[in-house]
């Protein structure tokens, strides 16, 4: 039987990638991964806020030593409270390269074309075989249109991909006014692979202090769903390899992101939950299923439940929402 896949360019003996986490953090805990099966890693990030308070000695344009600054910085956790400083990171690739096997992505999570860009090449020198870029951030200027947003989004993967000759893959948040154009121009632009979702950590309110309460709770299978839409629609329609990222918590729904049209499945919180080895259980209810449907290799089995199949995408999408809304029975 024929697991193997292609993301990024990679050619992998099955979909199962470990996403960036803790994991990342230590020479051992990778070595477990590889050891344990994953196809490929993915290290944790490095942020922005870090590369320019170590370049520049400010955040966001703001130096946090002066007093006018202090308050609207004082949320950013402190250089000595990161898992690794950039210079770090750089000789932390080097040496994950050298202890493992498998392919190695970086990880760079940031919001604008900063100078912090020109770390990724440092990153590339490094080691890693790939780079995944995490544009993470909430507008909370009113002023700003998506226009401008989708803009520099598209620019800094143009600069990107001029600056790199190592893969590039994007994760994304699907709170886009219009997602497939947003894929599209990011396959325009020359991204290698669209990683389907960034998760969308909101803080609680603790009603006692009156003030947000951050907590991080592991993803479940409940969020799948979202993903598995978006993977349906561009399955077949962007040039760059897909993967999911979110909503990975049992074999069943690594089985229904391919089927959706995924070429990798990222896995995180179902690592962090059940440790390492559980990519072997993912591996081997991908395979059962296989047997079970007679399917002798993953391309048989990748976007066949996509869009692609589908006469007029747009009117199934309206047709399955009013189908949804008429199933329920009280």
Request: net charge negative; with cysteine.
């Amino acid at each position: 039987m024929d697991m193997t896949t292609r993301y990024l360019g990679f050619r992998l003996p099955h979909p199962f990638i470990a996403g960036a986490s803790p994991f990342g953090h230590q020479i051992d805990t990778v070595k477990r991964l590889e050891d344990a099966g994953c196809a490929a890693i993915v290290l944790h990030s490095l942020f922005e806020e870090q590369i320019t308070l170590a370049a520049t000695g400010r955040i966001r344009h703001r130096d946090p030593l002066e007093r006018e600054f202090a308050a609207g910085l004082a949320d950013f956790p402190p250089s000595d409270e990161y898992a690794l400083g950039p210079q770090e990171y750089a000789a932390h690739i080097s040496r994950v390269k050298a202890a493992v096997q498998i392919p190695v992505i970086g990880s760079l999570n940031g919001t604008s074309a900063e100078s912090w860009l020109s770390f990724s090449r440092i990153i590339e020198q490094a080691g890693a075989d790939a780079l995944e870029l995490n544009l993470y951030e909430i507008v909370t200027d009113l002023n700003v249109g998506s226009m401008a947003v989708e803009y520099e989004l598209i620019e800094i993967v143009k600069e990107l991909k001029g600056a790199l000759r190592i893969p590039v893959a994007v994760k994304l948040s699907p709170f886009f006014t219009a997602f497939g154009d947003v894929a599209r121009q990011l396959d325009l632009a020359g991204a290698d692979g669209l990683v389907l979702f960034n998760r969308f950590y909101q803080p609680d309110i603790d009603i006692r202090a009156m003030k947000a309460a951050t907590c991080v709770e592991l993803s479940t299978s409940a969020e799948l769903l979202l993903r598995l839409r978006w993977l349906a629609i561009l399955h077949g329609r962007v040039r760059p390899s897909l993967a999911v990222t979110g909503g990975v918590a049992v074999p069943n729904d690594g089985i229904k992101a391919l089927l959706a049209g995924a070429h990798a499945v990222q896995m995180v919180s179902a690592l962090l939950r059940h440790g390492p080895a559980f990519v072997t259980a993912m591996r081997n209810g991908l395979e059962q299923w296989m047997e079970w449907q007679k399917l002798s290799s993953l391309d048989e089995v990748r976007g066949r439940v996509s869009l692609q199949r589908t006469p007029d995408p747009a009117a199934f999408e309206r047709a399955n929402y009013i189908r949804v809304l008429q199933s329920w029975n009280h």
